[in-house]
Structure formats: structure tokens, C-alpha cells
């Protein structure tokens, strides 16, 4: 016979989406609902309505728990990048990564879907709250490059295998094409510093 260990309320709502993350990148979005992800934690489906209100709820919290967890690598991969120990490259794979194999597009996408209209909110507070912070808000270029760089990531996610494929390019293509556009933005960007 098995106890349940008592978690605190921080401690459920954590696991809760932690087991949210792992249906999301098993079996996709329309699997991250209360009633599954309360049998993977053994929790009550009642329980999880305490913490995240309805199944959308818990979905948005998700998307919001994915962009800090992931946001906090692209971060550190900015701040190596900046440093010379990491590449602008680094922080191309982590947001692509993101979108693609953690499962932020499949989410998103599929929260738009299903009528959560303010479904992308959490990630783009997230993004946008991590600009600030690398302080690159004052920079036109830099802001430009974090949009294209990200809806870059959520379309490879959406289609970029078929439409490489289709193409005749390797499907690191919008990788490749990433890469290069933020190596590009850093160059100019750190000159518009020197010359001001």
C-alpha cells in the first residue's frame, strides 16, 4: 500500500506542470488536459481546478512555465554569446529548440485553436521581460531580430520539415538563415554603440 506524499500547494502546481510538459512533448497538446495530467502526478482532477482554474488555465500556465524555463537557457546563452564563450548560434538552437522539441509552437498553436485567444500572452510577456533585462530595448535592430527570430522559430515548428523538404533545402535551413541574421544583428548592433 502506497501514501501519497502531501505536497504543498507550490510544490502540486510544479509538478502539475511539470507532467504537463512531459504529455506536451510525448503525445502533443491535445493531451495536456486536467484529467490526464492529474493521473500522472496522482492528484484529484478537483485539485488541479483548485490551482489552474480549467484546462485552458492549466494550458497557458504551461506556456507561461515553458517560456521562463526555456527563457532562462536562451539567457544564459546570450550572456556566454556576449562574453565569447557561447555564439549567437546557441542562442538560435535554444529558441528554435523551444518551439519545436519542448513543444512551445505545438502549444501555442493549438491554444489558438481551441479559442484561448490570449494564449500567447505568457510567452510573449516572457520575451519581452527578457529583452529588457539583456537591455536590448533600446535597440531597433536588436528588437527586430528577437520578432523575426522567434516567429522564425514558431513556423520552422509548424512547417518547416515539409517546406525544407519541399525546397530542396536541409531542414536546418531556418536555423542556418537564423543564425546568420542575428550574427548580422550583433555586428551592427555593436557598432550603432560605438559610433554612439
Not at 507561461?64 to 546557441?90: F, K, M, Q, Y
Not at 489558438?112 to 537591455?135: F, Q
Request: proline share 3%.
Amino acid at each position: 500500500m502506497s501514501v501519497r506524499k502531501r505536497l504543498s500547494p507550490e510544490e502540486s502546481r510544479i509538478a502539475a506542470l511539470e507532467a504537463a510538459r512531459a504529455l506536451l512533448i510525448e503525445t502533443g497538446p491535445q493531451a495536456v488536459t486536467l484529467k490526464a495530467v492529474a493521473g500522472r502526478i496522482g492528484r484529484t482532477h478537483a485539485n488541479l481546478l483548485h490551482h489552474f482554474g480549467s484546462a485552458s488555465g492549466l494550458q497557458k500556465e504551461l506556456a507561461r512555465h515553458l517560456a521562463e524555463t526555456i527563457c532562462v537557457g536562451i539567457r544564459e546563452a546570450v550572456i556566454a554569446s556576449r562574453s565569447g564563450i557561447g555564439s549567437p548560434r546557441d542562442v538560435v538552437e535554444l529558441t528554435f529548440d523551444a518551439f519545436d522539441r519542448e513543444g512551445a509552437g505545438a502549444l501555442a498553436s493549438w491554444m489558438l485553436l481551441t479559442g484561448n485567444e490570449d494564449a500567447l500572452d505568457p510567452i510573449v510577456d516572457v520575451i519581452h521581460d527578457l529583452v529588457i533585462e539583456l537591455n536590448e530595448f533600446g535597440s531597433d535592430t536588436m528588437r527586430g531580430t528577437t520578432l523575426t527570430l522567434v516567429l522564425m522559430a514558431l513556423g520552422d515548428a509548424q512547417m518547416g520539415g515539409p517546406l525544407s523538404q519541399a525546397l530542396e533545402l536541409p531542414r536546418t535551413a531556418a536555423r542556418d538563415y537564423a543564425a546568420t541574421m542575428l550574427e548580422k544583428a550583433i555586428a551592427e548592433s555593436g557598432q550603432i554603440m560605438q559610433a554612439g
